[in-house]
């Protein structure tokens, strides 16, 4: 266990810190002995604002840091550190990059083509057998899809990754101790043992609090080449991975189910907006071939 690791734990630990301030906080130190010998005040002047705390002990947040990822190592629960070789370097291009990365499994090769497939949790019939598909087709041309684990759309497209052999990647809104939801514990195990990963941003007892899921989608929409949309109601949370995708310059894709489905307004939007209708992955491929 290196220092910068457990410095960013120790840092990420400091509740009274905004997340911005914590990554910033990290980036300004360059050691872990600067950051043991910081006053109240000194905290302060780089965060540049007032701190409501009355005690500091920086030596017991390390120790507290330490003890935290001894535990979750023992669980089988890694994590890496923005600015390390082993980080996903397609989420160094976020503007909010997670200052912490914790995984189970096996991190993507960070050369490896990945593909994002988001969509609603009540999909039509149409829409789970297509996202089934275009997990299937893209394992079967050995490239990954990152989802987010939740049920309908994104479930079904790990499924068919799996299936396809694929080593599928699910991006959760809380710590890995635990599964949500609940009725995907059994996923979750195929894709560890079909040598995937689960990872989140979220340490380890930390709950799949509502307002994760649209923070979580940016690191869907990061990991991804392209994001495919399958099936998407007029405000599904998937648009938001979409919007996400677009905004760090990713294609995006709709399911060719959207455009009959009552289920699809959403992703007829996006349609209208110019993104390409999808079928089979043999349409993204034909895509990526006429980019190059």
């Known amino acids: 266990m290196n220092d910068s690791l457990i410095l960013a734990q120790g840092i990420a630990n400091l509740n009274f810190l905004r997340k911005k301030e914590q990554f910033e906080l990290f980036?300004?130190?360059?050691?872990?002995?600067?950051?043991?010998?910081?006053s109240i005040k000194k905290l302060e002047e780089l965060i540049v604002r007032p701190l409501q705390i009355t005690t500091w002990n920086p030596h017991?947040?390390?120790?507290?840091?330490?003890?935290?990822?001894?535990?979750?190592?023992?669980?089988?629960?890694?994590?890496?550190?923005?600015g390390s070789s082993t980080y996903p370097p397609l989420l160094r291009?976020?503007?909010?990059?997670?200052?912490?990365?914790?995984?189970?499994?096996?991190?993507?090769?960070?050369?490896?083509?990945l593909i994002s497939i988001v969509g609603t949790r009540t999909p039509s019939g149409?829409?789970?057998?297509?996202?089934?598909r275009l997990g299937y087709e893209l394992g079967a041309a050995g490239i990954p899809v990152v989802s987010g684990l939740a049920r309908g759309i994104d479930s079904m497209a790990h499924r068919g990754n799996l299936e396809g052999r694929g080593k599928t990647i699910a991006v959760l809104g809380n710590g890995l101790?635990?599964?949500?939801?609940?009725?995907?514990?059994?996923?979750?195990?195929?894709?560890?043992e079909s040598g995937g990963c689960l990872i989140s941003e979220?340490?380890?007892g930390v709950p799949p609090y509502k307002w994760h899921f649209p923070a979580r989608n940016r690191i869907i929409a990061a990991l991804g080449r392209a994001t495919i949309v399958v099936e998407a109601p007029e405000h599904s949370g998937s648009l938001?991975?979409?919007q996400y995708a677009l905004d760090q310059g990713?294609?995006?894709?709709?399911?060719?189910?959207?455009?009959?489905?009552?289920?699809?307004?959403?992703?007829?939007?996006?349609?209208?907006?110019?993104?390409?209708?999808?079928?089979?992955?043999?349409?993204?491929f034909t895509e990526w071939s006429q980019e190059e």
């Open 240 to 242: 938001i991975t979409a």
């Open 60 to 82: 017991q947040v390390l120790d507290d840091a330490k003890n935290m990822l001894d535990r979750s190592f023992k669980r089988s629960i890694g994590a890496v550190v923005y």
């Open 202 to 204: 979220y340490a380890p």
């Open 126 to 132: 149409a829409g789970r057998a297509q996202a089934y």
């Open 177 to 192: 101790d635990s599964v949500y939801p609940v009725s995907n514990r059994g996923l979750a195990l195929k894709i560890l």
């Open 93 to 113: 291009e976020l503007t909010d990059p997670p200052l912490l990365l914790y995984y189970r499994g096996i991190l993507p090769d960070p050369e490896q083509t």
């Open 250 to 284: 990713r294609d995006v894709l709709v399911g060719s189910v959207c455009r009959t489905s009552p289920q699809g307004k959403g992703g007829r939007n996006l349609a209208e907006q110019g993104a390409v209708y999808i079928d089979s992955a043999q349409t993204l």
């Open 27 to 38: 980036t300004r130190l360059e050691s872990i002995e600067e950051f043991t010998s910081l």
